[in-house]
């Protein structure tokens, strides 16, 4: 079975600018979750997707968005982009809904924000 | 904000040697799942525990769970080079229901000297 893919895997931008990530799950699976990474701040949950719906949302601004769509598929998009948004971000799926099963995570794509 | 923090920040060791790295968090808890992160890339889930649970094994992976003590540890036995990583222990709350996502610790960084 495919694991979960990102893409791009790395990106350079703006400040100002706006980005889109892809992240396609495991085949089957229909919860996606998006997290940041950052040396300062560690792991940090952004939000979870499931059946299309965003059923959990961490403490990030409304200038981070997601959606998913049928397929679960999932894209979280960034907006007016901050030097701090640079981070490695990471989704992750798994079967069933909510984060109490354990996630596969994908390689992550590295936003770089100049 | 980090829920669970682990110990140490970071450790190296001969290989063939056993590497423990604990983990201690503040609130009740769902589980509390490991994972392992290779140089910036994407994290590999290693074990789960439930609240009930008190020992889990997999393969030479040793996950204990003392609730009275809100902490864990990882032991892995017989290291090998390639178990140099991150190791982050990820909690969820145990009311939460997922609505912060899974919460990490900033890690521990393990090093197998050959």
């Known amino acids: 079975k495919a694991g979960v893919t990102q893409t791009p895997r790395y990106l350079i931008k703006t400040r100002g600018q706006q980005v889109t990530l892809s992240c396609s799950p495991i085949s089957g699976h229909r919860s996606v979750s998006w997290y940041q990474q950052t040396p300062g701040q560690g792991l940090q949950f952004l939000f979870e997707?499931?059946?299309?719906?965003?059923?959990n949302k961490g403490n990030f601004p409304g200038r981070f968005s997601g959606r998913q769509f049928s397929n679960s598929r999932s894209e979280m998009n960034v907006s007016t982009l901050e030097l701090g948004d640079s981070a490695l971000y990471l989704c992750?799926?798994?079967?069933?809904?909510?984060?109490?099963?354990?996630?596969?995570f994908g390689p992550g794509t590295r936003l770089t924000v100049t | 904000s980090q829920q669970g923090e682990e110990d140490p920040q970071a450790l190296s060791i001969q290989e063939g040697e056993n590497a423990t790295m604990n983990c201690s968090y503040k609130t009740s808890i769902n589980n509390l799942q490991w994972y392992r992160q290779n140089s910036g890339r994407g994290l590999v889930h290693l074990i789960l525990?439930?609240?009930n649970e008190r020992e889990k094994h997999s393969g030479r992976l040793r996950v204990t769970l003392d609730t009275s003590k809100k902490s864990s540890s990882l032991l892995i036995t017989a290291s090998r080079a390639a178990d140099t990583a991150s190791y982050f222990c990820?909690?969820?709350?145990?009311w939460g229901g997922g609505a912060d996502g899974l919460t990490f610790g900033k890690g521990t960084h393990l090093i197998i000297q050959p």
């Open positions: 997707y499931f059946s299309e719906t965003q059923r």
């Open positions: 525990i439930r609240s």
């Open positions: 990820a909690t969820l709350y145990a």
């Open positions: 992750a799926s798994s079967f069933a809904q909510g984060v109490a099963y354990e996630q596969y």
